[in-house]
């Protein structure tokens, strides 16, 4: 079938719609014909839309919803009112069914359904799931057993179980839908995905929602091919695009292995997200000779009591560990803090903020106000207390979105009022602190709009986010 493909994120510095690229190597191994009509470079959305209806003649639209907002709560983006005037306008010039999917969608299918206006959806992995479907459209058989699949069904609409895919079954990863060359000089990197999943239990954290508990794991060569399709695309600069590369540990190794054995580790750069344990100096010296050139380490707290509130399995003590991991073996680091949560108040963030300051990553990442977002812990807790309309504690789009689709944050009490400024007071003088909305500083820490990044990509930089920010802040002296 003829297949139109939508991406909808026009964030900057711009991020490649990695699912996109996927889901076209999976709907070609089964002989249909994916298209892709990128948004995120777009002028005039209208007309490119219709054009590529007009072009291509779907059968069926697939748009992928990525993000519906920043999970930032001093930017408080949120997206699906674009997405759904996309989907209005395809609806004027095609009556192609219309289906929605991406990590922003898995998190609150359901609510996403009924906000968009689409006419199907599709939770979770999507690879065999979306072949399943087209089979179904194709044949005229019953959808009713496709995984993941949102649909109408007397007037209601309902959510298949969502069943992981196997990742051992993949088709080869040519990473050729995509223009992965210009979002390589637009964005400075290009994602790449070693599994999928996470079973870890943190309060707020919405990629079990997304991702599922379980982990499925890439097999390591589909791994390499993948860096090697990008590499002959001249990209040499990488993310990961897992919930934590070390997660589990002995696969992250195999991935780094087989890096190496391909020699590619000499020849491209890349960045992970990890979680602060099970991180050793073994793991350390493998990535490193693997190409790895630094890490995000998702830290949240520095102050035990605030780690098991929020369900974090590692202790302040590993913190000092880490930073001093990374050091040993030349990989650049970065804490990333997650300030304002359930128990939180001035004095622990105090504690955190010493904590950080005695571990002494390269840099530090600060998020104020934790996002709620639906299926969490965190979530389940906030309803405990109140309503989320009249919840004290929650800010931004409550009243509006009490289903939280639209960014809601929670803030412990006593602590939202001037938590930025305070914070910002905190870390006076110490540059190594990414803090919200402070641009003359090349210290804004929100990756949407973010001008500082987008000039200094377009000027050569290359790298994760963090790492371009920390070498324009040294060059700054
Ligand atoms: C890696 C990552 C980053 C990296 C990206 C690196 C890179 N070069 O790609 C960096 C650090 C840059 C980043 C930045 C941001 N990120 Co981020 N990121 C991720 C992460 C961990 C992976 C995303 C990814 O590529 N996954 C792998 C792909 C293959 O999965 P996928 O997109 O889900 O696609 C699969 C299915 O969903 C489905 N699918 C996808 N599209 C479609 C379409 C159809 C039609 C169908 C049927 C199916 C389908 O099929 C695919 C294959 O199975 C996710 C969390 C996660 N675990 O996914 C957060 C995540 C996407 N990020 C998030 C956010 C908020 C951001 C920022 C806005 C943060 C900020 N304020 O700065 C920015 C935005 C940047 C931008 N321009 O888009 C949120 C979005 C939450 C939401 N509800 O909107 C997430 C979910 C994390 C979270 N839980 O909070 N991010």
Same mark, same amino acid.
Request: a negative charge; aromatic letters at 4%.
């Given at each position: 079938?003829? &297949? !139109? $493909? &939508?991406?909808?994120?026009?964030?900057?510095?711009?991020? #490649?719609? $990695?699912?996109?690229?996927? $889901? #076209?190597?999976?709907?070609?191994? #089964?002989?249909?014909?994916?298209?892709? &009509?990128? !948004?995120?470079?777009?002028?005039?959305?209208? #007309?490119? !839309?219709?054009a590529a209806v007009r072009l291509g003649a779907p059968e069926v639209i697939g748009v992928t919803v990525r993000n519906t907002d920043d999970c930032y709560m001093s930017g408080q983006a949120f997206f699906l009112p674009e997405i759904k005037r996309a989907i209005q306008i395809l609806r004027g010039s095609t009556t192609a069914p219309i289906i929605l999917g991406g990590v922003g969608f898995s998190v609150a299918p359901m609510a996403v359904m009924e906000f968009c206006g689409a006419d199907f959806g599709m939770a979770g992995d999507a690879e065999f799931a979306l072949v399943e479907f087209l089979r179904a459209i194709e044949q005229r058989r019953d959808w009713s057993a496709v995984p993941g699949l949102v649909y109408r069904d007397r007037g209601r609409w309902r959510l298949n179980p969502v069943v992981p895919g196997d990742m051992a079954r993949l088709p080869e990863r040519r990473r050729a839908l995509v223009d992965n060359a210009r979002y390589f000089r637009e964005g400075g990197q290009a994602g790449f995905e070693t599994k999928r999943g996470c079973g870890m239990r943190c309060l707020y954290c919405a990629d079990p929602v997304a991702k599922g508990r379980t982990t499925r794991c890439a097999p390591p060569g589909l791994v390499v091919g993948e860096l090697s399709a990008l590499l002959a695309q001249n990209v040499d600069h990488f993310h990961t695009c897992d919930s934590e590369f070390n997660l589990p540990l002995e696969h992250a190794r195999a991935v780094c292995q087989a890096i190496v054995d391909a020699g590619l580790g000499e020849r491209i750069r890349w960045y992970a997200y990890c979680a602060p344990t099970p991180f050793s100096d073994d793991l350390a010296t493998l990535c490193r000779r693997a190409g790895c050139v630094g890490i995000n380490f998702g830290v949240d707290s520095g102050c035990d009591s605030m780690l098991r509130r929020l369900g974090r399995h590692f202790t302040t003590a590993d913190l000092l560990d880490t930073a001093a991991t990374c050091r040993r073996h030349g990989l650049a680091s970065m804490y990333d803090l997650l300030l304002g949560g359930p128990g939180e108040t001035r004095a622990t963030v105090r504690q955190t903020i010493d904590l950080v300051r005695r571990a002494a990553p390269d840099c530090v990442g600060l998020s104020l106000g934790v996002r709620v977002y639906e299926g969490t812990p965190l979530a389940e807790w906030v309803r405990s207390q109140a309503e989320v309309p009249s919840h004290p504690d929650l800010y931004g789009a409550k009243e509006a979105h009490p289903q939280l689709l639209a960014p809601v944050f929670y803030v412990a009490p006593g602590l939202a009022e001037d938590l930025v400024g305070w914070v910002h007071e905190l870390v006076a003088g110490d540059s190594r602190f990414f803090l919200p909305t402070n641009t003359a500083t090349h210290q804004n820490y929100n990756y949407n709009a973010n001008e500082t990044l987008v000039r200094a990509i377009a000027q050569g930089a290359r790298g994760a986010y963090w790492a371009i920010l920390r070498r324009l802040r040294t060059a700054a002296g």
């Open positions: 079938m003829r &297949v !139109l $493909l &939508v991406n909808t994120n026009r964030m900057k510095p711009a991020i #490649a719609p $990695l699912g996109l690229d996927y $889901l #076209a190597d999976a709907l070609e191994a #089964a002989g249909h014909e994916p298209r892709l &009509v990128d !948004l995120c470079f777009s002028q005039d959305i209208a #007309a490119d !839309l219709e």
